[in-house]
């Protein structure tokens, strides 16, 4: 089975709000996350990282957050656009070279 | 600045013909190099990842090999292809070491009739 995964399959958000996607991870020896947006018949673009050394890291309108005592990360995205409408996925690294992705949070920003 | 080139960007084959899928990528030296498989509306699926020249790992048991024989050239290949390897294949370069970011490919859809 999948040791990342996501709360919500889907998220309507309205454009010009703030949108927050989660992602569970089961693997407490994991110490590096990415989220990456994927586009339709494209191939997923980095957004942003963190290591376990870190609670938080801000990038241009994206925040992600990690909590390691409940195996949460979180990906906050600032006043929402109508090009914010992908697919995003959480990954863990499994070893030094490996990365596990989750199932994917599909975005949809309504105008 | 690193770029990945992925061909064909659509292809379609007929069950039992062979496949090669090319990735190369621009611009560094002694990446980790990977192949992907992603379902519609699924996840991305690890098939293989090598970490230099002649070095695969396979991820999943299938009738699909990898082979990597220069530094920037990862080639998937098979030699009859399955109603089942139909899917978006996405060749993927990280930093040698790790972990690093993985950056993907424009990707290939694979329609196997």
């Known amino acids: 089975g999948e040791s990342v995964g996501l709360h919500l399959p889907t998220l309507s958000v309205q454009e010009g709000d703030n949108s927050i996607i989660n992602c569970a991870y089961s693997?407490?020896?994991?110490?590096?996350f990415i989220w990456y947006k994927q586009e339709s018949g494209k191939g997923p673009q980095f957004i942003i990282d963190?290591?376990?050394?870190?609670d938080k890291r801000q990038g241009q309108r994206v925040t992600v957050l990690l909590n390691k005592t409940v195996k949460h990360l979180s990906l906050q995205i600032a006043a929402t656009q109508p090009g914010d409408s992908a697919v995003y996925f959480c990954?863990?690294?499994?070893?030094?070279?490996?990365?596990?992705f989750g199932a994917g949070t599909t975005v949809t920003v309504r105008a | 600045s690193q770029t990945i080139h992925q061909w064909p960007a659509t292809l379609v084959q007929p069950v039992g013909s062979p496949l090669s899928l090319e990735c190369t990528v621009e611009?560094?030296?002694?990446?980790?190099l990977y192949w992907y498989r992603q379902a519609a509306g699924r996840g991305l699926q690890l098939l293989f990842y090598?970490?230099?020249?002649?070095?695969i790992s396979s991820e999943v048991p299938q009738n699909l090999s990898a082979s990597r024989p220069q530094d920037r050239q990862f080639i998937l290949s098979s030699k009859k292809l399955l109603l089942s390897d139909s899917g978006f294949y996405l060749c993927?370069?990280?930093?040698?070491?790790?972990?690093?970011?993985?950056?993907f490919g424009p990707g290939t859809r694979l329609t196997v009739t």
């Open positions: 993927a370069w990280s930093g040698s070491g790790g972990p690093y970011e993985q950056y």
């Open positions: 693997n407490s020896a994991s110490d590096y």
């Open positions: 963190i290591r376990s050394n870190m």
């Open positions: 990954a863990e690294n499994d070893n030094d070279y490996k990365l596990s």
């Open positions: 611009g560094t030296s002694n990446p980790n």
């Open positions: 090598s970490v230099g020249i002649g070095q």
